[in-house]
């Protein structure tokens, strides 16, 4: 699975390796990088197959799962594919409360005592999947794990999660991504160390 969502990921590009003109985040970090997983909702063929490697990853990791949840926004879409293929109820998780009507942060399916599992798009290091995590427990919810596409690999995350005891899944690594860009001529060895340097400082951050 994973090779097969890396190879799709790059065909879309949704995730560019490049390492001689790098990228710019919002965050002002110049990143070899650039993952933009939104482009998949955008694909019919790419975003029915990653649905359908979700919801195997849920049968095998979270099959007692009776709810799925999306983080705002970009988990939102994934969610909703999910939940149609498994015939569950979705919901998703707001980043704060609104300040408006009854106040929520879930908005959809009730999570109180339901077993969830929450869908994001990316996780790196981990805090923003890990935020919304806390909002779910905090609304009662017995949360299962959270699956992502891709995660960079940054062991910060790693650390961030295994601090909760909360277990996280992603369809694909920055590894795969790295060996279907190799296979393919689309990077070199050289290349490949400076992306892996890349992650290296970032887990030093």
């Not at 190879?7 to 001689?20: G, K």
């Amino acid at each position: 699975m994973e090779t097969r969502v890396a190879e799709i990921l790059l065909d879309i590009n949704a995730v560019e390796l490049s390492p001689e003109a790098p990228f710019t985040w919002s965050s002002g970090i110049i990143s070899p990088i650039y993952c933009d997983n939104r482009k998949v909702i955008g694909n019919v063929d790419a975003r029915s197959e990653i649905a359908d490697a979700f919801a195997e990853m849920i049968k095998v990791h979270a099959p007692d799962a009776e709810v799925i949840a999306g983080t705002s926004t970009a988990g939102i879409p994934h969610a909703a594919f999910i939940s149609e293929r498994l015939g569950l109820p979705m919901c998703y998780v707001r980043g704060s409360k609104k300040k408006h009507g009854k106040g929520n942060q879930i908005e959809g399916a009730e999570v109180d005592g339901k077993k969830v599992v929450l869908i994001e798009d990316l996780i790196s290091t981990g805090g923003s999947s890990l935020e919304a995590a806390e909002a779910l427990k905090e609304n009662g919810a017995d949360l299962l794990t959270v699956i992502a596409i891709f995660t960079y690999g940054i062991p910060r995350a790693d650390e961030a999660f295994n601090e909760t005891g909360l277990p996280y899944h992603t369809l694909s690594t920055l590894d795969a991504l790295i060996g279907v860009s190799l296979d393919r001529g689309a990077i070199d060895e050289d290349q490949k160390e400076t992306i892996l340097q890349f992650r290296q400082k970032l887990s030093e951050k």
